[in-house]
């Protein structure tokens, strides 16, 4: 008889949760397509911008947690009008740094930035990507190398800049131009008329 009663309220149990109103599930973001309706207020994900640190930040010198301010060096437009000014300030954080080792082992370096504030007062979530290391390249810039050991990824054609580098530490100079991609579409109010 115990056991009748255990199992009719597994059976109770069972038909209730599936039954029962579920949660929706998150959707994953999906990328705002450039529209009449978004021309003017979208700076959309993937967008590059140009930044330059204020002050060198290296594997040589810096620690985990050190802060570092960058501007913005080309305006940002989004239709007619500046969404992100020349000359916007930014910040950010070392999350992690090492120095280089015994002349055969590269200097480590980590950053995170913080969003940047648009000309309008909307956050813009930013970081180094792939589409940003490849613009860096591009550029001729002198920067890939660096940048590229700092976004810790893998790209083609930077494999020959690491085996040259090896033992060396990473330094991103102060006031040398590199770019850095919006990672998360942001949107600006619509604009007056």
């Known amino acids: 008889m115990h056991a009748f009663r255990l199992f009719a309220a597994a059976g109770i149990a069972l038909v209730l949760s599936v039954g029962a109103p579920r949660s929706a599930s998150a959707i994953p973001?999906?990328?705002a397509p450039v529209t009449d309706q978004t021309r003017?207020?979208?700076i959309a994900t993937g967008t590059l911008i140009r930044i330059a640190m204020r002050q060198s930040v290296s594997s040589a010198h810096n620690k985990p947690g050190d802060l570092f301010t960058f501007s913005v060096v080309d305006p940002?437009?989004?239709g007619d009008r500046i969404a992100i000014a020349a000359g916007t300030a930014g910040t950010g954080k070392i999350l992690n740094c090492s120095p280089a080792h015994g002349g055969r082992v590269d200097g480590t370096m980590k950053l995170t930035f913080d969003p940047l504030k648009s000309s309008a007062g909307t956050d813009v979530i930013i970081d180094i990507t792939q589409a940003?290391?490849?613009a860096d390249e591009n550029d001729h810039n002198?920067?890939?190398g660096s940048v590229a050991e700092v976004a810790?990824?893998?790209v083609p054609g930077f494999f020959l800049i690491d085996f040259l580098r090896k033992g060396s530490d990473?330094?991103?100079a102060a006031g040398a131009p590199?770019?850095?991609a919006v990672t998360e579409d942001a949107f600006l109010p619509a604009p007056r008329n």
């Open 29 to 31: 973001h999906a990328d």
């Open 40 to 42: 003017d207020t979208l």
């Open 76 to 78: 940002v437009y989004v």
């Open 132 to 134: 940003s290391l490849v």
């Open 142 to 144: 002198g920067m890939a």
């Open 152 to 154: 810790d990824m893998t």
């Open 170 to 172: 990473i330094t991103l």
């Open 178 to 180: 590199f770019h850095v």
